[in-house]
């Protein structure tokens, strides 16, 4: 596989903006597909949050799926990616990723994706956390995904939400090994 496939699954917490960072980067990235899923709860909290259409969105995947599509590619451990990410990652999510349960295709894929050995990044958009949270957090660490909240830093002097979105995509770019221009990164700002 010449062209390097990333899964980018949406989920219904809020945090939108850092997924929409994250698709154009992936998008726009010399050899690279992307691949999004969409949960149902995904679609209604993108309109709350930005003024992107769903459309718009999709128009940056090579291939978008729907979570109920369970005979997809992504439920498949031959369906081969270099790596998933969730994001945002809701706290149901979270749980059904770190029980293995599979009863859409983010959790599915999700569950190939650790099977496989393949980076699984998640990126929890909650506060406050309480104990079952963490605990599926750290259940899912164990297993292999990387724990990546949405916590933006300010050294950079952010002036806008697409900057505090940038830095987070930016950090799941690194974690993909994918080469990008988001963001300053620390000692880097003026």
């Known amino acids: 596989m010449n062209t390097r496939r990333i899964l980018l699954a949406l989920t219904g917490a809020s945090g939108m903006p850092y997924a929409l960072s994250l698709a154009r980067a992936l998008s726009a990235a010399d050899g690279l597909e992307l691949h999004l899923i969409f949960s149902h709860a995904a679609k209604r909290v993108l309109a709350v949050e930005s003024d992107v259409q769903v459309e718009d969105l999709m128009r940056l995947a090579c291939e978008t799926y729907d979570q109920t599509d369970l005979d997809s590619g992504p439920a498949s451990g031959s369906w081969r990616h270099s790596g998933m990410v969730v994001c945002p990652c809701s706290m149901a999510s979270l749980a059904a990723i770190a029980s293995g349960l599979g ?3 983010i959790h599915r894929a999700a569950d190939v994706t650790l099977k496989e050995g393949r980076p699984l990044i998640l990126v929890p958009r ?25 916590c933006p830093g300010f050294y950079a002097r952010p002036k806008t939400v697409e900057d505090l979105a940038d830095f987070i995509a930016a950090r ?4 993909l090994g994918v080469e990008h221009r988001l963001g300053k990164r620390w000692k880097d700002h003026d």
């Open 172 to 175: 799941i770019l690194d974690q």
């Open 126 to 150: 909650e506060t406050p956390l309480n104990e079952i949270h963490l605990r599926n957090m750290l259940a899912a660490k164990r297993a292999g995904a990387v724990i990546l909240p949405a």
């Open 103 to 105: 009863s859409n295709l």
